[in-house]
């Protein structure tokens, strides 16, 4: 028999009742697709009891039909729903609460779980087979430790504690990039978000520090340090391990107490002396800098005066010494020159001649700027009728043009002389050495006073004594 179609305006509200129905009589297939919609379903006409396991699948579920107020706590056990049957486009913003959800579901996350995200709760979060990862209530994290906030609270965001060798590994596969630790004070503009660093750069392989967004100190592939510089390599060679480079003043500071030294040492070893064979060193209790050389004091500069206190003070370059001139503006007070040593001089006479004794025919010298000392005694030998002018011959340095009558000047000696024409009645006479003139090597002996004459070779005889004590001045 033929059924006529019945619509739904033929059918009186509640005429067709589930006890009217037999049971299956009305499966999916008799139901047109979007047939039934929630305004044809009374509140709770449909319980759990009466659909089948795994008969409503996301397919048959439009996005965000399902809202919080549809389910009733607990009705939608896990064992009711497929395997990613809910995604988060089913499920409408803000309709899955913690309350919604069993105790613990919301602080656990399977081992190896991907994407492993947790959030902030009442108590601390915890990973499954990963309880050595903590964030506590406040955000901060420890690895290795469950309570971060028992360091210093300034630097207890990230906490990584170990019980053997402890660290943090930042890496890139990529050789051409850089990796590196920012410490940024804002977002506002590029230095904020990189005020401060440390980076290190793959390619060539360096090591930055930056401070205030700038370059302050890098070390290089060979160690080089620069301070203020981005490649201490171009200074020399033998002093580039660390360079400080300014636009203006640089300098480094060694700070000590009023008791102690600061110092700078020179090794060419770590054993016994070798580890400070040459230094720099101030004494702050005694206001003393000291420069050492051979593991000794050499030179010791005190408030008021410079003392060498081993070796000497050699001026190596000619024209150059010791500047008496406060200013250093001219030569007038420049000490350039000291020497010492000895001389073999000679007597000569007008006529006659007259030796020195081999053991008694040196003089000595002493050479200050321009000014010669000279020293000694000098005993005569093989006398014969000498007479005449008595002249000194063979002086270490040639005399000066005096063209300055100030410069000039004659030195008194003592002589003791025994020859058949010396002053009667004295032995022990005072004679005068006077510089025969520019560029000469010789000097005139003369007699002074009541004995003065110019010519006393006359004087002198075997065994006489001259005792010298004179200076003169030389352009050398």
Request: proline share 2%; charged share 15%; aromatic share 6%.
């Amino acid at each position: 028999m033929a059924l006529t179609q019945i619509s739904t305006a033929g059918v009186k509200d509640d005429a067709v009742t589930a006890g009217k129905i037999p049971a299956n009589a009305v499966g999916s297939v008799e139901i047109a697709a979007n047939a039934v919609g929630s305004s044809e379903l009374a509140d709770n006409a449909v319980d759990t009891a009466a659909i089948a396991d795994d008969a409503v699948t996301a397919a048959k579920i439009a996005d965000g039909t399902v809202t919080a107020t549809q389910m009733a706590d607990n009705s939608s056990p896990t064992r009711t729903i497929q395997n990613s049957a809910v995604t988060t486009i089913k499920i409408a913003d803000g309709n899955v609460t913690a309350a919604k959800l069993a105790s613990g579901v919301q602080t656990t996350i399977n081992n190896n779980a991907d994407n492993r995200v947790i959030t902030g709760s009442g108590t601390a979060n915890t990973l499954n087979g990963e309880s050595n990862v903590v964030i506590d209530s406040s955000g901060n994290c420890g690895i290795g430790t469950t309570s971060p906030t028992s360091y210093d609270s300034s630097v207890d965001n990230l906490v990584v504690q170990g019980s053997g060798n402890t660290g943090i590994t930042v890496a890139t596969t990529n050789t051409g990039s850089n990796t590196a630790i920012v410490f940024a004070d804002g977002t506002g503009d590029a230095d904020s978000k990189f005020r401060g660093a440390v980076q290190y750069l793959h390619n060539g392989d360096v090591l930055r520090l930056l401070t205030a967004s700038a370059e302050r100190m890098r070390i290089d592939s060979s160690g080089r340090v620069g301070i203020g510089t981005n490649d201490p390599s171009q200074f020399h060679s033998s002093a580039d391990d660390l360079v400080i480079q300014q636009n203006g003043h640089a300098g480094i500071t060694i700070d000590s107490t009023s008791s102690h030294n600061s110092s700078v040492f020179f090794a060419d070893g770590a054993t016994g002396g070798e580890a400070y064979a040459g230094y720099i060193q101030y004494s702050h209790s005694n206001n003393e800098l000291r420069l050492g050389a051979a593991t000794n004091d050499r030179v010791q500069i005190r408030q008021n005066e410079v003392e060498i206190v081993d070796g000497d003070l050699i001026i190596g370059t000619a024209g150059h010494g010791i500047q008496f001139d406060v200013n250093g503006s001219g030569n007038d007070q420049l000490l350039d020159d000291y020497e010492e040593g000895t001389f073999d001089p000679t007597l000569s006479c007008t006529s006659g001649s007259i030796d020195f004794h081999s053991s008694y025919n040196t003089a000595a010298y002493t050479k200050i700027g321009n000014v010669v000392y000279c020293t000694g005694q000098l005993i005569t030998t093989n006398v014969s009728s000498p007479s005449g002018n008595l002249d000194l011959v063979g002086l270490p340095f040639a005399g000066a043009n005096l063209s300055d009558l100030g410069e000039r000047s004659y030195s008194i000696c003592l002589c003791y002389f025994n020859g058949s024409g010396k002053p009667s009645g004295k032995n022990h006479i005072q004679f005068v050495v006077r510089m025969d003139g520019q560029g000469a090597t010789q000097c005139r002996l003369e007699g002074i006073g009541a004995y003065e004459d110019g010519s006393i070779a006359d004087w002198v005889g075997n065994g006489t004594d001259f005792w010298f004590n004179f200076w003169y001045k030389t352009d050398a």
